[in-house]
T-cell receptor
Framework: DQQVKQNSPSLSVQEGRISILNCDYT??????FLWYKKYPAEGPTFLIS?????DKNEDGRFTVFLNKSAKHLSLHIVPSQPGDSAVYFC?????????????FGKGTKLSVIP | DSGVTQTPKHLITATGQRVTLRCSPR?????VYWYQQSLDQGLQFLIQ???????AKGNILERFSAQQFPDLHSELNLSSLELGDSALYFC????????????FGDGTRLSIL
């Protein structure tokens, strides 16, 4: 039972264009969402997050959108740069459980082509 | 550099053996989380400790155990190893259970031969 799904295993985008990474979740109790970026041989690095009380959060080139009714969030990267090439993981947290563990999707590998 | 240190980076061992993975959280972080990432999978939550006490358990096998010591470092013990235990094991830390984000170490790659 995969509660967080990233249905696109990979995505290729031209440098300078917008990258849109998608994530769907099934548990409506999730109340905090995060995006992590991962390079090979490194651990996941926190990128941006959003609380369920918001529908948008922006940090520089990165924007996360949350659509609670559709149980869907997306990460927009504008403009995309070659250094953004990495695997991006969507994660969700359920604060009511008391542990704040993260439930991860399987990741989307982004390739930004110069 | 996330400030979370995991050792060793790589471990190669045989079926039936026992190994210990170590994690030092970021300075000031009291909560430690362990995750397993198998091939082509997302990270799966194993167990969480907060200030020395177990806080939550995920899909952790009975052959696996963990503890957090008074200096806040944590160890994950894996015993009676099977081929399917080959994976990346990540440790993450945060100041407290309710504080996000969690910051991750670079992981330990465990290979069972």
């Amino acid at each position: 039972d995969q509660q967080v799904k990233q249905n696109s295993p990979s995505l290729s985008v031209q440098e300078g264009r917008i990258s849109i990474l998608n994530c769907d979740y099934t548990n409506s109790m999730f109340d905090y969402f995060l995006w992590y970026k991962k390079y090979p041989a490194e651990g996941p690095t926190f990128l941006i997050s959003i609380s369920s009380i918001k529908d948008k959060n922006e940090d520089g080139r990165f924007t996360v959108f949350l659509n609670k009714s559709a149980k869907h969030l997306s990460l927009h990267i504008v403009p995309s740069q070659p250094g953004d090439s990495a695997v991006y993981f969507c994660a969700a947290s359920l604060s009511g459980a008391g542990s704040y563990q993260l439930t991860f999707g399987k990741g989307t590998k982004l390739s930004v082509i110069p | 550099d996330s400030g979370v240190t995991q050792t060793p980076k790589h471990l190669i061992t045989a079926t039936g053996q026992r190994v210990t993975l170590r994690c030092s959280p970021r300075s000031g972080d009291l909560s430690v989380y362990w995750y397993q990432q198998s091939l082509d999978q997302g990270l799966q939550f194993l167990i969480q400790y907060y200030n020395g006490e177990e806080r939550a358990k995920g899909n952790i096998l009975e052959r696996f155990s963990a503890q957090q010591f008074p200096d806040l470092h944590s160890e994950l013990n894996l015993s009676s190893l099977e081929l399917g235990d080959s994976a990346l094991y990540f440790c993450a830390s945060s100041p407290a259970p309710g504080v996000q984000p969690q910051h991750f170490g670079d992981g330990t790659r465990l290979s069972i031969l």
